[in-house]
């Protein structure tokens, strides 16, 4: 076994196997009181029993026999029922043990998932003092989801959750585009609405897809074959990981020596402040706009008694990844923003005399570092001894050219299938009137697989709720660089995947969001804008509202001396702000693209091509946060393009 490899210790209670283990209740605990089944559609009932045994199954007036499996899950399925309630569901076991669910509502059931812009609360949206005062009402149901990860498909959530009624209490941290986009529906609908808020900020889209459709991906094979060892044997994975982020390291053109290697040089390395808490915060203007890498180092002396048992490591808060090791043993690492780090050490990492620590942190955006407390960083040993840890350090900062490292597939929110296992699986037969997705923000540096990662989850998720659900898709809004010159864009790569999806899907819908953003803030409050076009989205794609569509690129094509882009779904009602005709519009060449005037000729948009171009594709309201001033008769963006020019 190499060097830097031969330790694991406290890599796997870091990094669990399941979201947690409990007895599993007669009912499966998706079932709980105020839950809403969906209408027009069979509703199957299970749980957990003793193998063999017979369980009673009674919903409304109608009553099945279930048998457990020699696993012990049984199913009892019952024909559809239509809108309205309030039904009890009852489980009963030959023993006489019973459980009971109440006031049940049949309706429409709607699953809200993605990152931090799905989780945003009602708390911090627009107008909280008027919106949570007037949230109670009967016919809204809320289901929230804690957040949990998994390396395997859970069969139940842990901790379960709990269905409530919306009021001022259970909205208010609720999901707010969820909650809102439920309330503008209710009346359209004619039915009750039950939500499924199922959301993790910072979170990238491949946690939310089964290994079954990563798999059919060729380029994660590596890592699903990783994950899988992981769930057999954590230990051999967690070096087989380490070895990875090593050769990771040593193949970058910009690495530095590594810090234990022979000539790493630690007395070039800068002495750190006390307060480690964000390096931009430091007095190092190398650090001031550091998104990336920094190792810290340090070392603390044990005595004999001291380096023969075995310890305890704890490292205090850490944002974002930290990677460790004691004397060039990988010890361990783990994601989290803020969390407080804790490994356990076997004593043969140690020795007497002096040791050497040392930390990678990534960050990939904002503040980033050690965070501590001091008082919670120490070495501590079962004799009651301990080495404090919060003086003496050293920094380097690793070029950003480095970029982000790889993450564990096993990872929570960066890493493989353990969302879906955890967020996704346990809500297991629960039938769906429509999914809505807001995620893609993770996913702006390497957007270029994002098409092809949202097609296989939407299939993956139909795959196990219907295949005929229909899915919304929040289309990201502006935010980050205003662009005073045509630029390369993670964010608008997003976009114009997400439409591509959407375009090419009868079952799936764009919901534009552009305005809704503000280009410095990640988070924009107007959820309230974003819901309601969701709900006239809805109104079409799920409920059969004929409804015009939405003005959409068809193709590009040179015609004399101008490039043509073709539009549907054009009706004359558009209107262009605070200029006579549309801005924002790009042509680009093999090179370069430029902005270029543009000319709507009835559902066309004619475009002057500079003479000296030579252009290959058309781009409309490019960029991280672009202005853009073409709006359709119901004042939202026509949608962002990018196209190539036949």
């Known amino acids: 076994m190499t060097h830097f490899t031969r330790l694991f210790a406290g890599f796997t209670a870091l990094f669990p196997l399941c979201a947690g283990a409990a007895a599993e209740p007669l009912l499966n605990p998706v079932f709980s009181d105020h839950m809403v089944l969906q209408r027009n559609a069979p509703v199957a009932v299970w749980g957990e029993a003793e193998p063999g045994a017979r369980i009673s199954v009674k919903l409304g007036r109608r009553t099945k026999t279930a048998k457990a499996d020699e696993d012990g899950a049984w199913r009892a399925d019952f024909p559809s029922l239509k809108a309205g309630g309030p039904y009890a569901l009852a489980a009963t076991a030959p023993d006489g043990t019973k459980e009971t669910v109440s006031d049940i509502l049949i309706g429409d059931v709607f699953l809200c998932a993605g990152q931090s812009n799905m989780e945003f609360p009602v708390t911090r949206a627009l107008n909280p003092h008027r919106e949570i005062p007037a949230a109670a009402n009967e016919n809204i149901r809320l289901l929230h989801i804690d957040h949990a990860s998994a390396a395997g498909p859970q069969q ?44 993790w900020g910072g979170s990238r889209i491949e946690a939310w897809t089964s290994a079954d459709a990563l798999g059919a991906l060729p380029e994660f094979q590596t890592s699903l074959d990783l994950l899988a060892t992981y769930r057999s044997d954590p230990k051999k994975a967690g070096e087989r990981y380490a070895a990875h982020w090593i050769d990771w390291w040593k193949t970058r053109a910009n690495a530095p020596r590594l810090p234990w290697a022979d000539g790493a040089q630690p007395e070039t390395w800068k002495q750190a402040p006390a307060d480690k808490t964000d390096w931009k915060s430091w007095d190092d203007p190398a650090l001031s706009g550091h998104d990336g890498m920094v190792w810290y180092r340090t070392t603390f002396t044990l005595s004999e008694a001291q380096a023969a048992q075995d310890a305890a490591l704890a490292l205090g808060g850490i944002d974002e990844v930290d990677m460790t090791w004691i004397n060039g043993d990988f010890i361990g690492g783990m994601f989290g923003w803020g969390n407080a780090r804790r490994y356990d050490i076997p004593a043969s990492a140690l020795k007497a005399g002096q040791n050497e620590l040392l930390v990678n942190v990534y960050s990939s955006w904002d503040a980033g570092g050690m965070y501590g407390p001091d008082d919670a960083m120490a070495l501590s040993f079962p004799d009651g001894s301990s080495v404090p840890l919060s003086g003496g350090w050293r920094y380097q900062k690793v070029p950003a050219e480095m970029g982000a490292p790889p993450m564990a597939p096993w990872q929570s929110i960066n890493g493989l299938t353990g969302l879906y296992n955890a967020m996704i699986a346990p809500l297991g037969r629960l039938k769906l009137k429509a999914a809505m997705w807001y995620q893609g923000e993770s996913n702006a540096n390497d957007a270029e697989a994002y098409e092809g990662l949202l097609r296989a989850m939407i299939a993956d998720w139909r795959g196990r709720f219907g295949e005929e659900l229909p899915f919304m898709i929040v289309q990201l809004p502006v935010f980050g660089a205003l662009p005073a010159q045509p630029m390369e864009s993670g964010w608008a790569r997003i976009r114009d995947a997400q439409r591509r999806v959407a375009a090419s899907d009868p079952l799936t819908g764009l919901i534009v969001a552009l305005d809704a953003g503000i280009a410095g803030e990640l988070h924009p409050p107007d959820k309230q804008l974003v819901a309601r076009r969701a709900a006239t989205l809805a109104r079409g794609l799920v409920y059969g509202e004929k409804q015009a569509g939405a003005p959409a690129p068809l193709r590009a094509y040179e015609e004399d001396s101008t490039v043509v882009v073709e539009f549907e779904g054009l009706t004359g009602e558009e209107k262009t702000v605070s200029a006579d005709r549309p801005i924002a519009f790009e042509l680009c060449g093999e090179d370069a693209c430029h902005f270029v005037p543009a000319t709507i000729d009835g559902d066309r948009v004619r475009l002057a091509a500079p003479t000296d171009l030579a252009p290959t594709h058309v781009r409309y309201c490019w960029g991280d946060a672009p202005v853009c001033n073409w709006h359709d008769e119901r004042d939202t963006p026509i949608t962002p393009f990018e196209l190539a020019i036949d």
């Open 156 to 199: 139940a959530f842990s901790p379960a959750p709990q269905w409530a009624t919306a009021s001022p209490e259970s909205v208010k941290d609720f999901s707010a585009l969820c909650f809102f986009f439920a309330r503008d529906m209710l009346a359209d609908a004619n039915a009750p609405i039950g939500l499924i808020d199922s959301s």
